[in-house]
């Protein structure tokens, strides 16, 4: 299996067995009985998955400018495995069990406060699921968030019945594009926050390149596509593990609107996706064992990654 394999063709880590066990040793014997288990599940993982355990390896000689070593290619997987565990008591218990520091709230309520919806871009970095503390502390607050069911349905599966209201607050990615925009304009226009992760294209998907860590790597342009239809604000979200307990949410203000010429839609595109990648690269530095994309990022696009983006607006109606 070669570490350039396209990350949708690779198997969901575990299966159905796998996350149920854990779920109930976590929800039964407590969060901190769940830990000592991610001891040995990290040593499987790094003996049993090798492409995932190459890509570690790769990406962290990119961040440390050296080879990576096979304790920090554990630790990586670990602290994978961490924010896994506690997205289990994230989704049951909210976040009592946890310090969630948050760094420019107030730039999301501002937003939400204009009443034309919000779109928070964020990445596989940290843990998406500490948004859920927005519930918690804003119970008024609309989140949805745009999430592949197919891809992952052991972890669909688990966070349906684990919280059933969050799980019907999904928009699945692998509805037509018409279907996804539809969902996402309703959303906006009740003023709610439709929240997605912007790094990582799908097989279909038109992808452009954009720096990070020293060489051009491939991101979609179909949110930015999307932002556009939308005309509502777009903030970007990142929900670092700092260990133990302790995450960090941190907003970012990144555009009061996003517009993209019909004539000049690529140099547009090219100019979003390198700010968006310049705060990934940013935060990678911040808390480089964060990035759980376990497969090479920066491999060769497949040829629709040169096309013409007009073709993805045109399925989008933008």
Not at 38 to 60: G, H, M
Not at 190 to 203: E, I, P, S, T, Y
Not at 255 to 268: K, W
Request: with cysteine; net charge positive.
């Amino acid at each position: 299996m070669s570490t350039n394999e396209h990350w949708q063709s690779r198997p969901e880590g575990g299966g159905r067995f796998a996350l149920w066990l854990i779920v109930i040793i976590a929800l039964h014997g407590g969060r901190r009985l769940g830990r000592l288990f991610l001891y040995p599940i990290t040593l499987y993982f790094y003996l049993r998955r090798a492409p995932e355990r190459q890509a570690s390896k790769q990406y962290l000689q990119r961040v440390f400018g050296r080879p990576a070593t096979a304790w920090q290619v554990m630790k990586h997987i670990h602290c994978f495995a961490a924010t896994c565990l506690d997205r289990i008591f994230l989704l049951a218990h909210g976040e009592k069990s946890f310090q969630i520091e948050t760094q420019g709230l107030d730039l999301l309520e501002q937003r939400v406060a204009e009443g034309r919806g919000v779109l928070l871009f964020g990445s596989h970095q940290g843990s998406f699921e500490a948004l859920r503390a927005l519930h918690t502390r804003r119970p008024d607050l609309l989140l949805r968030v745009v999430l592949d069911k197919q891809k992952t349905p052991a972890m669909t599966s688990l966070l349906e019945a684990l919280a059933p209201d969050v799980g019907a607050s999904v928009i699945d990615a692998a509805q037509d594009g018409t279907s996804i925009v539809l969902a996402m304009a309703e959303t906006c226009q009740a003023g709610a926050v439709v929240a997605m992760l912007a790094d990582r294209g799908r097989g279909h998907e038109v992808l452009r390149r954009a720096e990070l860590l020293g060489s051009p790597a491939p991101f979609p342009v179909s949110p930015w596509l999307l932002a556009h239809t939308l005309r509502v604000p777009v903030l970007l979200c990142f929900g670092l593990y700092l260990g133990g307990n302790r995450y960090r949410l941190i907003f970012e203000d990144f555009s009061e609107r996003v517009d993209i010429p019909r004539q000049q839609r690529g140099p547009a595109l090219d100019a979003l996706i390198g700010r968006y990648a310049q705060r990934l690269e940013h935060y990678i530095h911040v808390a480089p064992y964060n990035w759980f994309n376990f497969y090479d990022f920066w491999q060769d696009a497949p040829a629709v990654a040169e096309s013409d983006p007009a073709a993805v607006g045109e399925r989008l109606g933008v």
